[in-house]
Antibody
Framework: QVQLVESGGGAVQPGGSLRLSCAAS????????MHWVRQAPGKGLEWVSF????????YYADSVKGRFAISRDNSKKTMYLQMNSLRAEDTAIYYC????????????WGQGTLVTVSS | EIVMTQTPLSLSVNPGQPASISCKSS???????????LYWYVQKPGQSPHLLIY???NRFSGVPDRFSGSGSGTDFTLKISRVETEDVGVYYC?????????FGGGTRVEIK
């Protein structure tokens, strides 16, 4: 069965950096586009970034552009999110999500990893 | 970006009764390939979102047939024919016709 397991979250001070990972199994990772989506405490869902199946195209929300970088290693079936210059408003659960149909539609989500940015 | 507006914000339903959630998009979700990119998810307490309906009306694997989706263009509806206690959670619509993906604000379903 499809599994997406995020890791790398934690507490960091404003201006700091973190690198999230998403380990995939149960499907052909190299055939699937992937997203990062976040959810601030008690809030709704916010799309963060997308990477095509082969890593050739990457897209970012305006709120993270220039600070976050998405990447993937298909040989390791793992996606990453490098987060720099973190701000308090980046505090959220970060989910990785797999594209199932069409260009961007999500069919599976990971369990999430919590990022807390606070001094 | 496409704005997704969900109503109502919350629903309190007796078990066995129907429930309906509306989702409206600020522009058409009809993709150039002929499919409509509207998805429904439920986020149960303490869990990540799970897919219920894709492309307006297709139930995802394992989703009970009491869940149905309908609509076209910019107006969409999720219906639960007979709400069960396990259906408690927050329901989100999402468009994927273009990036950024955008989500409705969520509808909290509770059991009376």
């Amino acid at each position: 069965q499809v599994q997406l397991v995020e890791s790398g979250g934690g507490a960091v001070q404003p201006g700091g950096s973190l690198r999230l990972s998403c380990a995939a199994s149960g499907f052909t990772f190299s055939d699937s586009g992937m997203h990062w989506v976040r959810q601030a405490p008690g809030k709704g869902l916010e799309w963060v970034s997308f990477i095509r199946y082969d890593g050739s195209n990457k897209y970012y929300a305006d709120s993270v552009k220039g600070r976050f970088a998405i990447s993937r290693d298909n040989s390791k079936k793992t996606m990453y999110l490098q987060m720099n210059s973190l701000r308090a408003e980046d505090t959220a659960i970060y989910y990785c999500a797999k594209v199932g149909s069409g260009w961007y539609g999500v069919d599976y989500w990971g369990q999430g990893t919590l990022v807390t940015v606070s001094s | 970006e496409i704005v997704m507006t969900q109503t109502p914000l919350s629903l309190s339903v007796n078990p066995g009764q129907p429930a309906s959630i509306s989702c409206k998009s600020s522009q058409s979700l009809l993709h150039s390939e002929g499919k409509t990119s509207l998805y429904w998810y439920v986020q149960k307490p303490g869990q990540s979102p799970h897919l219920l309906i894709y492309e307006v009306s297709n139930r995802f694997s394992g989703v009970p047939d009491r869940f149905s989706g309908s609509g076209s263009g910019t107006d969409f509806t999720l219906k639960i024919s007979r709400v069960e206690t396990e259906d408690v959670g927050v329901y989100y619509c999402m468009q994927s016709v273009e990036l950024p993906l955008t989500f409705g604000g969520g509808t909290r379903v509770e059991i009376k």
